[in-house]
């Protein structure tokens, strides 16, 4: 009786072809953990861009429905009868990775006011609300940083003027604004209002290369100022 033949894979074939396999499965795989990472860093940064540009959009639609509320402490007057006006917002940092929103109030000043929006907002006596600030984290593990690595810090101030309806927005670059006394300063800077803050968005090992930043640009009166750079041109 002759042998049968029965074709099939060496074990040398067969571990070839499962190391080929298993090769290309973690190719694969990596190439996808790579795309979903970039898309989270580019959503962080997103995300932050639209927060910012909000605010913007929330003090130039300013609603007084609450001013009882706000007003607290600053006469705690009837509607209709209140000196409170809300102005605008206060944007800090606590950290690397937290953004703080307070909403700043005024008390509206005897006439006869000043035309000019800069020295009007100053005879507001402006101070923070009452009311919780709101927080924000960066998403995705994100966090601010300076260009060399460094926590970033800054403060900015975003008010509508009463007298134009006009918004102006005073900068400080690392530094943290905290008290009204320190907001009543900054807008006696005249340097605030020709300050530009740039943002670094650290992916914290989400991606390698060049990372993308948030630019705050000088004296922005709406949404627009706000834009992200990157491509090499980030951080």
Same mark, same amino acid.
């Given at each position: ?12 074939? $067969? ?5 080929? /396999? ?16 970039? +898309? ?6 997103? %995300?932050?861009?639209?927060?910012? +540009? ?5 003090? %130039?639609?300013?609603?007084?429905? /609450?001013?009882?509320?706000? @007003?607290?402490?600053? *006469?705690?007057?009837?509607?209709? +009868? =209140?000196? @409170?006006?809300?102005? *605008?917002?206060?944007? #800090? ?5 937290? &953004? ?12 006869? !006011? ?5 020295? =009007?907002?100053?005879?507001?006596? &402006? ?15 994100? !966090?601010?940083? #300076?260009? %060399?690595?460094? #926590? ?16 102006? $927005? ?8 905290? /008290? ?22 650290? %992916? ?6 060049? !990372?993308?930043?948030? &630019?705050?640009?000088?004296? /922005? #009166? ?12 980030? @951080?």
């Amino acid at each position: 009786m002759k042998p049968i033949n029965i074709a099939g894979f060496t074990i040398i074939e $067969t571990m070839l072809f499962l190391g080929i /396999s298993g090769m290309l499965i973690l190719g694969i795989l990596v190439g996808t953990g790579s795309s979903i990472n970039v +898309q989270r860093y580019r959503d962080s940064v997103t %995300s932050l861009q639209s927060l910012l +540009q909000n605010q913007f959009s929330e003090v %130039s639609n300013v609603r007084n429905d /609450s001013l009882l509320n706000v @007003c607290n402490g600053v *006469g705690n007057q009837p509607r209709g +009868q =209140s000196k @409170c006006v809300i102005l *605008g917002k206060l944007i #800090t940092t606590s950290d690397n990775k937290t &953004i703080l929103i307070k909403t700043i109030i005024g008390t509206i000043p005897p006439p006869p !006011s000043v035309l000019d929006d800069v020295l =009007s907002l100053r005879q507001y006596n &402006i101070q923070k609300s009452p009311l919780a600030e709101e927080t924000y984290a960066v998403e995705w593990g994100s !966090s601010l940083a #300076t260009p %060399s690595g460094a #926590t970033k810090k800054f403060s900015m101030l975003v008010l509508r003027s009463p007298s134009s309806g006009i918004i102006r $927005t005073f900068m400080k670059d690392n530094e943290v604004v905290t /008290s009204d006394d320190q907001m009543r300063q900054l807008l006696a800077e005249p340097l605030a209002l020709k300050q530009e803050v740039k943002l670094c968005i650290d %992916s914290n090992g989400l991606l390698t290369g060049n !990372s993308m930043a948030i &630019i705050l640009k000088a004296n /922005s #009166t709406s949404a627009s100022g706000i834009e992200t750079v990157g491509d090499g041109n980030g @951080c």
